[in-house]
């Protein structure tokens, strides 16, 4: 849609906003061109607002989850699920969300944009977001965004004094992990899978309380078109830090992407 005007004007776009980034700083944040002050936008366009497939974000650096449509990719999902472990759950004795170290802290090593001076929390609105604006003074704390939700497929319109109206997933949720071999991490490692963008995601928070602890076996997003990349990145996660899935939940990872 639109002639070579209309790219044009994008593309100045564009640099426009990566150069906001590359001025005001904030850490690595800056090295994939999200908006970094005033009411920048925070990503490049209509093709970031609705995110990246997990298939080409494997270290969640982009931004949202994007469908896994083709077949070739939902092959290559497959065999990306298939690589997942899997044994039964264990018991939630002795979980409690401290043993993950303080929510959304900055603290964190060998996770992309740990230390860079901005908590957890506002690098995913960050990075996810557009149209955002931060508090007076800062380049960190976001109080206003439009964020695209892809459990529910809707555009949210928020701000800080509604906090609660988005709250950050984790796709592997913490209690899960702890089920499932956590509890005998070392609290930096804990610490790491609580705080890396691969497994978070900002959406919908009456949605993303719905899910509670629960494996794909017995929580999916609302939206079917997004299922298939939500079992992938649930897979990418539990690859990554060598945690095993239950065979229900595997099984249902897999059924997504058939």
Avoid at 141 to 149: A, G, L, N, Q
Avoid at 158 to 171: E, F, G, P, R
Avoid at 192 to 207: H, M
Wanted: proline share 6%; charged share 25%.
């Amino acid at each position: 849609m639109g002639g070579r005007g209309t790219r044009a004007v994008a593309v100045v776009s564009v640099a426009a906003a990566v150069l906001t980034g590359a001025l005001a700083g904030c850490g690595p944040m800056d090295d994939i061109g999200l908006g970094q002050s005033g009411a920048a936008d925070g990503g490049a366009g209509k093709g970031a607002a609705l995110g990246v497939s997990p298939l080409k974000n494997p270290d969640g650096t982009g931004p949202g989850l994007a469908p896994i449509t083709t077949t070739g990719d939902r092959a290559e999902a497959r065999k990306l699920i298939d690589k997942v472990r899997t044994k039964g759950r264990g018991p939630k004795t002795g979980y409690s969300r401290d043993k993950f170290g303080y929510a959304w802290a900055d603290s964190v090593d060998d996770v992309p944009w740990g230390r860079n001076g901005c908590d957890t929390r506002n690098d995913m609105l960050k990075r996810d977001g557009r149209k955002i604006e931060y508090r007076q003074g800062s380049n960190c704390v976001v109080i206003s965004m439009t964020i695209y939700d892809p459990y529910t497929g809707k555009t949210l319109d928020w701000t800080k004094q509604h906090a609660a109206k988005v709250q950050i997933d984790h796709l592997v949720p913490l209690s899960y992990s702890w089920q499932m071999g956590s509890s005998r991490w070392s609290e930096s490692k804990r610490k790491q899978i609580a705080n890396d963008p691969l497994n978070l995601l900002p959406v919908d928070g009456s949605t993303n309380a719905s899910k509670g602890d629960a494996g794909p076996a017995t929580w999916l997003p609302p939206q079917r078109s997004i299922r298939c990349s939500y079992a992938v990145r649930f897979a990418q996660v539990s690859l990554k830090y060598d945690l095993p899935v239950t065979t229900a939940d595997k099984a249902a990872m897999l059924e997504q992407c058939a």
